[in-house]
């Protein structure tokens, strides 16, 4: 039995709150390539895909957004970020839809905060991608990878949202181990997750 959730607008597309599931994906183009990308967007949206996300993983490929979704409007898209801050910055003035952030690998508080207050002044969502192989140090030496890390730092990320007022959160936990990844589902959807003061 689904679980009611937090709506949360991504584009035209509700996600969450008894929405039906949308159908997502990612391209595996070079987002550089700005025609080989809106190729596969567009086959991706013919084939009844509903929003699409795409690596961003450098100052060109934030660049390549804005031609991207000029070219795709009907599509939201979601700006995939790693370890630089600046990109998500850069797709968010490109018009993306969404981020997608492993605050795990983007660096200090200060940065996730900058990217949050860009994000919610454009209304833009943030999906909190939570990856057991990029854990924070002092997690991984806590738990090891395991789900009551990944919960605790998914959890510790939406404390740092939520003291800036922005709730527009979609929370991802991933692990090579789906009986891990699942787990930590189910801790972080229990009503005895507790928010820590990070």
């Known amino acids: 039995m689904r679980k009611n959730t937090r709506p949360v607008k991504v584009g035209k597309i509700t996600i969450g709150g008894g929405a039906p599931i949308s159908v997502q994906s990612m391209t595996n183009t070079d987002t550089r390539d700005t025609a080989a990308t809106v190729r596969q967007i567009k086959e ?3 084939a009844g895909c509903e929003i699409v996300r795409l690596a961003v993983v450098d100052k060109e490929a ?4 804005k031609a ?5 409007e009907a599509v939201p898209l979601v700006a995939d970020i790693h370890f630089d801050h600046r990109l998500a910055l850069a797709a968010l003035e490109a018009g993306i839809d969404k981020l997608r952030l492993n605050p795990g690998n983007i660096g200090s508080e200060i940065k996730v905060r900058e ?3 860009a994000a919610q002044a454009r209304n833009v969502p943030i999906r909190i991608g939570v990856n057991s192989g990029s854990l924070e140090k002092p997690l991984l030496e806590k738990y090891g990878r395991t789900a009551a890390a990944m919960v605790e730092s998914a959890l510790g990320h939406i404390g740092i949202f939520e003291r800036l007022n922005f709730n527009d959160i979609v929370v991802s936990l991933k692990s090579t181990d789906i009986a891990v990844t699942t787990k930590a589902y189910e ?3 229990s009503p005895a997750s507790v928010i820590p003061k990070w």
Do not use: Y
């Open 115 to 117: 990217v949050v207050k």
């Open 44 to 46: 991706l949206a013919a």
């Open 62 to 65: 934030a660049e390549a957004l």
């Open 187 to 189: 801790q972080l959807s």
């Open 68 to 72: 991207i979704k000029a070219q795709c």
